[in-house]
């Protein structure tokens, strides 16, 4: 129960951390704030339509006090309205979050399929001149940047193999096929740069657990060797990835904002390009609160499947808060 408490209490935190961190930076990025924004240049601020607006936004009162006007909103589920379309944000967001979700996701897999075995492969050619293919293919993938990859996929499978449309998105509501296709470029830029760092994590932390004793007697009883990885290796090397994948969700997410913008998908990405051009503050609070609810949730299962995947902090978790003695004589 107190775990639980600890969990909720750090992502409500974060939230909160976050959300009033942008809110302030907004506010003072901008010469005269979201004032400036909301009431622009020549508008009468006498006017009864004027004051409706700056009640509704409580422009009167200073940054803290807005701020906590907007959390109490936020709660409720209203994240305010956009000051370019007069939509309200959440309905904005929500529109577009599945969309986001989707390739971040399908970015994960594809980078979890394919590097993990990049780094077994490594890992089990270590020493042989051959092994120098996976440990090149990782370090190829590392060192490219993610806004560089969709260029080069565009130009091999949209324009010279014809495959693919080389931008779109088509939900998967409309379309299983077509989804697919618009899903299958996007997807591979975003995980292309997360394989090599995946991939090379694997290696290391399987050649550490390939010096144990339990996996040189799995050798020595005459196993396979693609068993001995699958069974005996891939677990306890598997332990760091797991932290290595909650850390790099952050990128994961600046990565799918990027790739949406080069793809020409309408997700998140093109509504945080869209909110910047025309300075739509409300909108681009609100993008941050789902980007940090995002990313805190997705951390949060990470660290579960941690706790789950390794005993030694089950049982550390137990002993915490037990005084200790020296032991006794007999």
Do not use: C, K
């Given at each position: 129960m107190k775990a639980l408490v600890a969990v909720l209490l750090k992502i409500v935190t974060s939230i909160l951390a976050v959300t009033f961190a942008v809110f302030v930076g907004v506010e003072v990025s901008i010469w005269g704030g979201f004032r400036t924004v909301v009431l622009p240049g020549g508008f009468d601020e006498s006017s009864p339509r004027a004051q409706a607006i700056i009640e509704q936004y409580h422009l009167d009162h200073n940054v803290v006090v807005r701020y906590g006007h907007w959390i109490v909103d936020a709660l409720n589920g209203d994240f305010g309205r956009s000051t370019r379309g007069g939509v309200a944000v959440s309905e904005v967001l929500t529109h577009r979050l599945s969309i986001s979700l989707e390739l971040m996701l399908a970015g994960v897999l594809l980078t979890v399929l394919v590097g993990i075995p990049m780094g077994l492969w490594a890992a089990a050619w270590s020493g042989r001149r051959a092994g120098a293919i996976p440990n090149s293919i990782?370090?190829?993938?590392?060192?490219?940047?993610?806004?560089?990859?969709?260029?080069?996929?565009?130009?091999?499978?949209?324009v010279?193999?014809?495959?693919?449309?080389?931008?779109?998105?088509?939900?998967?509501?409309?379309?299983?096929s077509g989804n697919l296709q618009t899903l299958f470029m996007p997807a591979m830029?975003?995980?292309?740069?997360?394989?090599g760092i995946v991939g090379r994590i694997i290696r290391a932390d399987a050649l550490r657990v390939m010096q144990s004793d339990f996996v040189v007697a799995a050798v020595g009883k005459g196993l396979k060797p693609s068993y001995v990885l699958?069974?005996?290796?891939?677990r306890p090397a598997s332990l760091g990835l797991l932290n290595v994948v909650g850390l790099n969700i952050g990128s994961l997410l600046s990565g799918a904002v990027i790739v949406e913008i080069l793809f020409g998908i309408g997700g998140l990405g093109q509504v945080l390009l869209e909110a910047s051009l025309s300075r739509d503050l409300y909108l681009l609070v609100g993008l941050a609160t789902y980007l940090v609810v995002i990313y805190t949730v997705l951390n949060t299962i990470v660290d579960l499947l941690v706790f789950l995947a390794d005993p030694r902090i089950r049982r550390g978790g137990s002993q915490r808060g037990k005084r200790w003695s020296p032991p006794t004589k007999a």
């Open positions: 990782l370090g190829l993938a590392q060192s490219i940047p993610v806004y560089i990859t969709p260029v080069f996929l565009i130009w091999i499978f949209a010279e193999l014809q495959w693919v449309p080389a931008a779109g998105w088509v939900r998967l509501t409309t379309s299983l830029a975003l995980a292309f740069a997360e394989i699958f069974r005996h290796v891939l």
